[in-house]
Nanobody, 123 residues
Framework: QVQLVESGGGLVQAGGSLRLSCAAS????????MGWFRQAPGKEREFVAA???????YYADSVKGRITISRDHAKNTVYLQMNSLKPDDTAVYYC?????????????????WGQGTQVTVSS
């Protein structure tokens, strides 16, 4: 089993920045990819970004150039640096871990999920 705990959400004005963290524990050696997803009220959960063990990164088109995913292997932590935030970025952000190398932009590829952290961007 893998446990994931997110932190770093909050309220920020449009144009501001936030950094989300996701600390993994348990059978972390089995993880091949870590991802971030988000879900806004009344909308489906959507892919934001992912990073594989080989450090390859993947982003949704809507966040490219504004959001960066990174990881600290020593701390078993993945980060999501979000800049130039917009009101449309308001959502609950979820960290996820996958044992797979494939389809990591799909939520179905992930076996483990955190509890989510709220990000609210005011206009």
């Amino acid at each position: 089993q893998v446990q994931l705990v997110e932190s770093g959400g909050g309220l920020v004005q449009a144009g501001g920045s936030l950094r989300l963290s996701c600390a993994a524990s348990g059978r972390t050696f089995s993880i091949n990819a870590m991802g971030w997803f988000r879900q806004a009220p009344g909308k489906e959960r959507e892919f934001v970004a992912a990073i594989k063990v080989n450090e390859n990164t993947y982003y949704a088109d809507s966040v490219k150039g504004r959001i960066t995913i990174s990881r600290d292997h020593a701390k078993n932590t993945v980060y999501l640096q979000m800049n130039s935030l917009k009101p449309d970025d308001t959502a609950v952000y979820y960290c996820a871990a996958s044992n797979s190398h494939f389809d990591i932009s799909r939520s179905s590829a992930y076996e483990y999920w955190g509890q989510g952290t709220q990000v609210t961007v005011s206009s």
